[in-house]
Structure formats: C-alpha cells, structure tokens
C-alpha cells in the first residue's frame, strides 16, 4: 500500500505501525501543583521568600506556556498574604482545585471528619474562585490516598460527585518534594556545589520517574498514554522546572490541558483501587485488570488440567503441580510431583476408577500487595501467588458421584502458574 493513500479508518483505529509518524506525535502533558501556595511552611515561613518562591515558579510555567492545576490546601494559605499568592496563580491564568484544609491522611481517618476537612476547604475555595470569575471543578486526595475501605471509596465518591468536585488523578508520581529540605539547607549555607548535586539528582529522579510511569500507561493502553505529572510547589520547583520543561520538551511532550488530559479514554477506565498508600492511576488500572485476568488465567490452567484428567492421562494431570507440590487428603500426604503422581495412580488405576471429573471454582484470592520503588513510590506489587477455593466432582456411570472440596495455592511459573500446595477433602 502507498503511503500517500493509507486509508483514514487506519488512522482512526490507532493500527497504525510504531514507526508512523502519529506514534511520534509530541505526548500531552497536564502539569498539576501540589499543596499551594507553598508545600514545606517550615522551611519558607518568610513572606517575602513565599512570594519570591511563588514568582519563580510562575516565571518557569509562562517560560513554556503551561497552564496548570493547583491544588490548594487551606492549612498552607493561614495569612492574608497567602491568599495573594493564590491571587497570582489565578491572574497568570492557572485553574486552582481543592487539595482539603488539613491535608489529612485518608487512610487514617474515617469518612466522616475527612469529607467535612474537604467540604471547609472547597466551600472557602469555591468562593474565592467565584470573587475571581472563576469556578472550581477538581480535587486531588493528600497523599493520593483514595480510601483504604471499598465504604471509604465509596463514600468520597459520592461526596464528590455530589459537590460536583471531580477527582483529578496523578499519573506520573515522584517525590519531586524530598529535594527542597537539601536545597533549601545548601542555598543558605551558600554551597555551589551542594546546589549543583541537588539539581542534578532531582532532574535525573524527575526522568527515571516519568520515564517508568509512561512505560506503565504506554503498556496498560497499547499506545503513548497522554499524562498528568505530580510536581509541588516549592524552592527546587522554582529553580529547576524550566530545566524540567526543557527536558519535556525535547523528549517528545506537548503541554496540555485538564480537560483535554482527562477526555482521553484511559481515563474513564473504571478502577475500585482500596490500598494505604496512594498510587499512580495507572498503576490502579494494572491493578483492577489483574484481578481479573489472573483469576481467568487460574481458570485457564485448571480447566486444561481437568480436561486432562477426562482423556486419562494423569501425566498431564500432575503436570501442573510444582515438582515439591505437597498435597493433602484425608489419607495422607504426598510429597513431590511423582509422589502425587503414584497416589493418583494407585487410586484410580484405569478410565473407570477416574470417573469424568469437574471442578467448580468457588473463590479465588490474590497473593498480591503493594510495593516501594527505589525512590519510595509506592507501586503496586506483582502476584505473588493465588489461592483457589473448588468442589471437585467425580461422576461415574451407574454408581453415586463423589463430592468434596479443594484449596490449591498456585505460584507464578514463567508465564504458566504450578500448583505448589492442594488440600482435598
Ligand atoms: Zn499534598
């Protein structure tokens, strides 16, 4: 087919190769503030420094015509000079979104006194915006903590959607934030050279972190996935995000909007991610897909091996079992895979003795949890292991079918899953 007539269905069905140029289309990228106006109160309590800090990083986004999403947190606006902060964001053409009041942890705190933490936050917010011709629309949850309870998840959803708040996710995590304390503490003391270390360790974190994020969403979706970067409002922003941009830039990004971010379909992909530590969206989605694909994988596996069983072949049966499979029965147990293999043997000796066997999958859990990175994000974990509740029947011609149950532990093997552990009873 001649290139110059590639028909538009193609384009629009994304099965275009790698190699065209719409997979090298510049990435969208929303970038989004943290705890505004100024993340560590501690170490910036000067308002002069505040408002330096402030420009600094206004400077940096109007330097490569970003328009950003900051979330703002009541407990980091007390005086009336933060309030003007605020003013500068709104005027330079940013969209503020609520961040709560008191930034609590939602893992460790009930429903109730989190959503009125947000609710005093938004209302406060809600009317500072309107004053300035503007609206709120977005909340972003402290520490991406969306509730550690399927109720808690639930709740904040229907808090939000009530107040017409939407959750604004984060799909490239950092901890652009660990950097200012070390920044901070080698501006004061005047030391070059300390400064140069900090700004080369934050740019080299920033990409290892983007980097990974994008290669989790690119192979989620099967495509480049448009993102939202996780920065904070701070010192070592002010100072290094135009480095930052650069480096975006160059590498194939396109500042983009919430709103055109958030149209993309990646985004609508529905998740009920319940864990103690905040994630990644992406990482949520891998999360929701494996407890479904693992289960139908577990399926897969014990589906062949009882098809096995039915042409009589016990030697594919066993196949599945890890070679120190330990199995347990009323009548005892069986070490090893040629072990469990004798016992079978010994027991259903011919096609009549084995019966035509089904398996009846009750439940099936995930040995899985969440993971730290390196750099301390927190990732969700590969799986482990998986447990199989199952009826396990025997039916036989002209005499009564034989019934009990069954809990298998399965482990990863390769791209395969082995049975390491079977109780029958
Ligand atoms: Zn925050």
Redesign the pocket.
């Known amino acids: 087919m001649l290139r110059g007539t590639l028909p538009l269905t193609l384009l629009a069905l994304g099965m275009l190769p790698r190699s065209a140029s719409i997979a090298s289309a510049p990435r969208p990228i929303l970038i989004t503030v943290?705890?505004l106006p100024i993340?560590a109160d501690k170490l910036h309590r000067d308002p002069v420094e505040r408002e330096r800090i402030t420009r600094g990083m206004l400077r940096a986004l109007a330097k490569h015509r970003i328009t950003t999403v900051g979330?703002v947190?009541g407990k980091h606006h007390p005086t009336a000079a933060d309030e003007k902060l605020l003013e500068l964001w709104v005027k330079a053409g940013h969209e503020l979104g609520n961040?709560s009041f008191s930034?609590l942890n939602y893992s460790e705190t009930e429903s109730q006194p989190y959503i009125a933490d947000v609710e005093k936050e938004r209302a406060w917010l809600a009317d500072f915006l309107k004053a300035r011709g503007r609206q709120l629309r977005f909340f972003r949850f402290?520490?991406l903590n969306e509730g550690n309870t399927p109720a808690k998840l639930r709740a904040m959803r229907d808090y939000l959607k009530s107040s017409g708040q939407t959750n604004l996710p984060v799909t490239l995590d950092d901890q652009d934030w660990s950097f200012e304390e070390a920044w901070v503490a080698a501006r004061k003391a005047g030391d070059q050279a300390a400064m140069a270390r900090v700004a080369e360790d934050y740019q080299a974190a920033m990409r290892i972190h983007i980097g990974h994020f994008e290669s989790v969403g690119d192979r989620l979706f099967g495509r480049p996935t448009p993102e939202i970067l996780l920065l904070h409002a701070g010192e070592v922003g002010a100072e290094q995000w135009d480095v930052l941009f650069d480096w975006l830039e160059k590498t194939s990004h396109r500042f983009a909007t919430a709103d055109e971010v958030l149209a993309d379909p990646a985004y609508s992909t529905p998740h009920d991610y319940v864990a103690e530590d905040g994630v990644s969206l992406w990482e949520r989605i891998k999360a929701e897909r494996r407890q479904s694909e693992v289960p139908a994988a577990l399926k897969t596996a014990l589906d062949a091996q009882v098809a096995a069983w039915n042409r009589g072949d016990l030697d594919a049966f066993v196949a599945l079992y890890a070679v120190d499979a330990t199995f347990i029965s009323p009548s005892g147990i069986a070490h090893g895979r040629q072990e469990v293999l004798e016992r079978y043997r010994r027991k259903y000796p011919d096609r009549t003795a084995m019966g035509a066997l089904s398996l009846d999958i009750t439940e099936t859990r995930l040995i899985a949890g969440e993971e730290f990175t390196f750099f301390g994000d927190t990732v969700v974990g590969r799986v482990q292991g998986a447990t199989v509740a199952a009826r396990w029947t025997l039916a036989y011609e002209g005499k009564p079918s034989l019934t009990g149950s069954t809990l298998l532990v399965l482990c990863p093997r390769g791209n395969d899953w082995e049975i390491v552990q079977d109780a029958s009873m």
């Open positions: 943290d705890d993340a979330l947190a961040h930034h402290p520490f």
